[in-house]
Structures are given as C-alpha cells and as structure tokens.
C-alpha cells in the first residue's frame, strides 16, 4: 500500500463507529493491526471468518462461517 492509501485507512479506523473483519488470515501487515487500533478505541469489532483468527479474541461478535453464506443473512436485500 502506498502512503496515501494508508493515511486514508488510518483516517477511516479513527472515524468509524464499527469495524467489520470479512474473511482474513489476520496475519499481514499493517492490515492486521486496523481492528486492533479500532478496539483499542472503544469502537465494536466483528468478524466474519471461516476459523478462528487473532482478531477473535478481541471481537464483540465472531461469526464463524463463509462469507458468501454469513452475510446475505444478516444484510438485507
């Protein structure tokens, strides 16, 4: 990523209300560190994966599953 792509998604972690996490190994950086810095600030973390990842231990919900299948039943058409 390039400096102002990661400006702007530092930008985006401090003024978001919730941080969703959609299908990630949790393992690369700097990626990896958003949802932390987002529940660092209070701000709820949901993930949405198919196993278990680092982001787990600090998400307020963690849906286990396919993407594809976990989100047409909680967004609606």
Known sequence: MDAED???AEAAIEACDLF???G???VVQPAA???FIAAR???PVIEINKEKTLVSSIAELSLL???GE???KIIPD
Do not use: K, Q
């Open 24 to 26: 990630t190994s949790a």
């Open 70 to 72: 976990i989100l047409p």
């Open 6 to 8: 990661l400006d702007a």
């Open 41 to 43: 600030r209070g701000v």
């Open 65 to 67: 599953g396919l993407a």
């Open 33 to 35: 560190s958003y949802p």
């Open 20 to 22: 969703v996490v959609i």
